[in-house]
């Protein structure tokens, strides 16, 4: 079946950088969407970025002009370049994909966090 798996969180002060990786496995078929989301305890998960197959990107507005959001279809892998990070960046961040073929459905990885001191 689907597998999401992300790795990169960690500890960092503010200001600097992380590289957020994720891996699906368990298919050839490309995803529709693929995305970064981040959830605080007690909260929803809300959007961070996405992408579509067509490399078409989103970024909520809080992340603008500090994060970047890539992916390598040939690895079938998805990053996050988090840059300029500020305290409020905190959260666990969850690697998402959505397929409309194949095994149509959504899927979550396990999640990794990043906290961001000040």
């Known amino acids: 079946q689907v597998q999401v798996v992300e790795s990169g969180g960690g500890l960092v002060q503010a200001g600097g950088s992380l590289r957020l990786s994720c891996s699906v496995s368990g298919t050839l078929i490309g995803a529709k969407t693929m995305g970064w989301y981040r959830q605080a305890p007690g909260k929803q998960r809300e959007l961070v970025a996405s992408i579509r197959n067509s490399d078409i990107t989103n970024y909520v507005d809080f992340v603008k002009g500090r994060f970047t959001i890539a992916r390598v279809y040939a690895k079938n892998t998805l990053y996050l370049q988090m840059n300029s990070l500020k305290p409020e960046d905190t959260g666990a961040y969850y690697c998402?994909?959505?397929?409309?073929?194949?095994?149509?459905?959504?899927?979550w990885g396990q999640g990794t966090q990043v906290t961001v001191s000040s």
């Open positions: 998402y994909s959505q397929f409309i073929a194949g095994p149509v459905g959504s899927y």
